[in-house]
Every structure is written in C-alpha cells, then in structure tokens.
C-alpha cells in the first residue's frame, strides 16, 4: 500500500489546504458551484487533518471567490485564446483544469515547500510551467517574460492579504513594469477583517495571520496611476451571468440572512484591475 504524503508545509503556506478541502467537499454536493474531482482526489491522498475545517461557512466563501477567479480567467482566454495565465501563489489550485483552453501558456507560482507537493500531482507540459519562488521574489518575472507573450492575466487569490503593504507594493510594481495592461484578479480584506481573524471560522483553526489591511481596489490602483478597477464585489454581491449560474441553494442563501453572516462580507473584496 502506498503511503499517503505528508504536507510539511510553512504556516502561510499552510493556508493553501482550506481552499482545496472547501473545493473538494463542493465537488461531492448534486448541486455544485463549480466541480474538482481533482481537488477530492487530492485531499483523499494527503496525510492531512481536514475535518478541523467541517462545517466551516468560509469553505462555501472559498468556493465562490473561485468560481469567479475563474470567471474572469475564462473571459480573459475568451477574447485572447492565446493569451498568457499567471497564479501568483498558486497553491493546489487547479484552475488549470478547469479554465484552460488548449491554446493559452500558464505558469503556476509558488514557494519551493509548495512546488514540491505540487509535483505529486501536477506534471509541467510546453504550456504549463511551475515556478518555485517567492512572489516577492522579481527573478520569477524573468521566467514569465522570457518563456510567453502578452496579454497576461495574473491571478492572485488568497495570497496578498498574507503579505506586508511593501510586500504587495512590490509585487504590483514588478507586474506593472513587466507587464503593462495586464489583468490582475485579486483579494483584499479590510482592517476590521484583519482585526478580527483570531476568531476566524476557518484561519482561526492555523498559525498564519493575514497582514496586510486594504480598503479596497482604489487603493491598489492609486498606486499607478492609469490602472482601471474593471470590477469588485463582495462574495454576496457576485455578478452575472455567475450568480444566475448558481445553484438555487447558494442564490437564496446569498440574498438572504444567512449570506450576511458570512465570514468573507463586508470588507472583504475580490477586484480584477487594468493595469497601466
């Protein structure tokens, strides 16, 4: 019998497995908002204690901020089928599988801990690179811009917010001197948010602790002038044709009480922007 890896992964990194469970226990309803057989294959074979997040209303939040995630990434290959995909911070995440078009190149970030997990599920083709650094880390852009083309769409989901505003400075200054009109798609929390995470539904249950408060895209874009916020909501306020595209269960409980007491609401933000 074969033995079940391990995931000796860093605190932050750590983070990366509540997005994948919330993913995988979508995937088992009849109704889902997005289906990852990936993503249950891959929790059935880590040696991993994932029932501490059951019944945690953030896995349902985790599920629709992706399923916009890949909204946009698939509007984005829509208009430019040849096109470049980024995921800083990649994670387990298998949009990939999900998105991809057949035509588009990708490249999927992360730190080396998480690369090497990676790589018990997930094989590099000619069009899907991982790269093992630091989003922090602007020897990562070379890579990219050497090996792909423009338009480039990055993707940045539950990432930004565990950095330093510096940090995440940083990272937009290399994506917007590298890679001028690109798309990113990110997320950002408040300080009320930030504040609060101890009693965190789902971080609450990990060491790592988001550190960067945000009040939102205009922020972000303030910061280059020229950069457009093409869209922001909250988790309860998705747009169409994603919500209309819901099953009926989620639409009433995101036009209802239950939809306010979500963790991810009020000041928290999912924004894609233009980037000068």
């Known amino acids: 019998m074969t033995a079940r890896p391990e995931v000796p992964l860093g605190t932050v990194q750590e983070t990366l497995l509540i997005p994948l ?21 891959i929790v059935a074979s880590v040696d ?128 917007a001197e590298r890679f001028p009109g690109s798309l990113p798609a990110l997320d950002t929390a408040g300080a009320g948010i930030v504040d609060a995470q101890d009693e965190h539904d789902a971080l609450g249950k990990v060491e790592a602790r988001m550190r960067w408060a945000c009040t939102g895209p205009a922020e972000i874009a303030a910061w280059h002038p020229g950069t457009e916020v093409l869209a922001s909501c909250r988790i309860t306020e998705l747009p169409s044709p994603l919500s209309d595209h819901l099953p009926g269960a989620y639409r009433d409980m995101l036009s209802g009480p239950a939809g306010k007491r979500l963790p991810q609401v009020g000041e928290y933000r999912l924004s894609l922007l233009r980037l000068p």
């Not at 979508?26 to 993503?39: C, G, S, T, V, Y």
């Open 21 to 41: 469970y919330g993913r995988a226990v979508e995937n088992r309803k009849p109704e889902p908002a997005l289906r990852d057989p990936r993503a249950e294959e």
């Open 48 to 175: 991993y204690d994932f029932s501490r997040f059951d019944d945690s209303p953030s896995l349902v939040g985790s599920v629709l901020r992706t399923a916009l995630f890949d909204q946009w990434v698939s509007d984005f290959l829509t208009g430019h089928p040849e096109g470049t995909v980024v995921e800083l911070g990649t994670g387990l995440n298998t949009r990939y599988e999900r998105t991809d078009n057949g035509r588009a190149r990708w490249f999927e970030l992360d730190l080396p801990d998480v690369v090497d997990l990676r790589r018990d599920f997930f094989t590099d083709t000619p069009r899907r690179t991982t790269i093992a650094a630091p989003v922090t880390d602007r020897a990562w852009s070379d890579m990219v811009a050497s090996g792909s083309k423009a338009p480039y769409f990055f993707a940045a989901e539950a990432v930004l917010p565990f950095l330093t505003e510096d940090e995440v400075r940083g990272v937009v200054d290399v994506v």
